[in-house]
């Protein structure tokens, strides 16, 4: 296969053993140090989002640990990890292959998380707490600051605090688990940064707290969602356009 460097992920992942895998755009947490198999699969998620492992394509356990530094155990371990996310599948006694990867499994992936919170904002809205209105009214001003000062990374760490905020006061126990585990899909950073991703991000928050303070859950649900397919065609577009998608398809 040759070198699978990624200027993402540092040749010896032990340089990034003390560092954050950061947040996502789901709104999930990932502020917890990162396990040598999670930075792995994180270079390998990074290589399927940039083109540089197509679908088909055999995961180089062994190049990747070479080139990374590490042993095989972390590679398999994150073979396992991204197997269980949906992006590699692995055949007994052939090796892991990139699972399928385009337009649609992107749309899907979006749609999934719109859904569930979807149904966040929606348990917010039928049973407001002025604490929460007002927790998200801050996280949104904070956005707003960032968007003014044209401080996109800001503006990405805000939006992220203002899902969680309302992912925390609506959701589940189990809806906050799947909002965890799609979280995974994305590499860290990829949406934030797309181009006028942060606009993007600043439209939806306003979007989000209106519907919720409308009393409407029926729109403050169907606002995530549209928000979350927008999102999708965003990523979609970028992709296409790096030529990494052959095409974009047409939307459900």
Do not use: K, W, Y
């Amino acid at each position: 296969m040759g070198r699978v460097a990624n200027p993402r992920v540092p040749r010896r992942l032990s340089e990034r053993l003390d560092a954050d895998l950061g947040t996502t755009a789901d709104g999930a947490d990932r502020t917890r140090r990162a396990t040598t198999g999670e930075l792995v699969a994180e270079h390998v998620r990074q290589l399927v989002f940039d083109g540089a492992l197509r679908p088909g394509d055999r995961v180089p356990q062994g190049d990747l640990a070479a080139e990374l530094g590490v042993s095989r155990l972390p590679v398999r371990e994150a073979v396992i990890e991204l197997a269980r996310d949906g992006l590699v599948t692995v055949t007994p006694h052939t090796g892991a292959f990139v699972a399928p990867f385009d337009a649609e499994v992107v749309r899907q992936h979006f749609e999934i998380v719109g859904l569930v919170q979807g149904v966040a904002a929606r348990t917010v809205c039928a049973a407001p707490d002025p604490l929460v209105l007002d927790a998200l009214a801050a996280d949104l001003a904070r956005i707003d600051a960032a968007a003014d000062a044209a401080d996109a990374g800001a503006v990405h760490t805000a939006t992220i605090d203002f899902l969680r905020t309302l992912n925390l006061a609506g959701g589940s126990a189990r809806q906050q688990a799947v909002l965890r585990a799609l979280a995974r899909m994305l590499p860290t950073g990829f949406f934030a940064d797309l181009p006028g991703a942060a606009e993007a991000e600043r439209r939806a928050a306003h979007r989000i707290l209106a519907a919720v303070r409308s009393g409407d859950p029926a729109l403050a649900e169907g606002e995530c969602l549209a928000i979350q397919r927008e999102h999708a065609e965003r990523v979609v577009a970028h992709q296409v356009a790096r030529g990494v998608f052959a095409d974009a398809g047409d939307p459900a």
